[in-house]
Structure formats: C-alpha cells, structure tokens
C-alpha cells in the first residue's frame, strides 16, 4: 500500500489478447529530522502497472500529478537486452486505487468511476458502544 503523486502520464496499452494494461510511476516522500534537528526529506519512486478495468479507468481519470492510493502485489521480471545483460525490474502490481485529489467540478467530463476491483468489503463487526470497556496495549495483536 502506497500513497504518492504520479510522476508521468499513465500510458495505457491493448495487449494482442485484447486487455488493457497500463504503466505509470508514483513518488512517495519521506520526511524526518536528523540527529541534528535538521529536516531531511527523500523520495522513493515505484513503478506500477495495472490491468483491465482498472486500468482503463486509471488511463481516463488520472494524470502526472495525481495524488492516489495504491494497492497490489510487488513483482519481479527479468529479461535479457539487446547487449544479451539480464535486467530485473521490480513493480507494483496494482489491485486497487483510490484517488485522492478532489474531483474537478468544471469539468462536465468528470464523473466518478465504479469500483474497479472485484473484492467486497465485509460487513463492520457489531461495535461495543457501552464506553465502559478501556482497551489494554497487551490485548492488541501487533
């Protein structure tokens, strides 16, 4: 799970069996104070693909820039290029989006998408509201 900016323009394909598949890349930011008491940032870049459905949509409603939520699986390929030297390349890859930024309400266009993934979310577990039940740190699992 990621939450960034995309750093290019999704560039979306057809692949000859006819699926969308599309590519793009998304930067994150970490920011800390060092030992110092200096502000430091990084970015970290993550390349990521989808399919199908959410890619098609990814393809129509976002760009550079973009603020959105990702969630998928890490892969690695690897290939040989034209020298015969055996590169890897690891991705996102994408089973879920949310996009963050606030929809752009001059633009008649703009219509929020269905959901683009099958999962369903469970029902919330009936809530204690009683208030008298304090949580103990030992009882929390993580």
Known sequence: ???????????VRTTPSGQSV???SVATNFNWTDETGK???RAEFHNVVAWRKLAEIIGQYLKKGSKIYIEGRLQTRSWDDQSGVKRYRTEIVADNMIMLDRPDTNNPKFSQPEPANDYVQPEPAALNNSGDEE?????IPF
Do not use: Y
Request: aromatic share 4%.
């Open 39 to 41: 502000k430091q940032e």
């Open 1 to 11: 799970m990621i939450i960034g900016n995309l750093t290019r323009d999704p560039e």
């Open 22 to 24: 599309v590519n793009f």
């Open 135 to 139: 949580i103990n740190v030992e009882d």
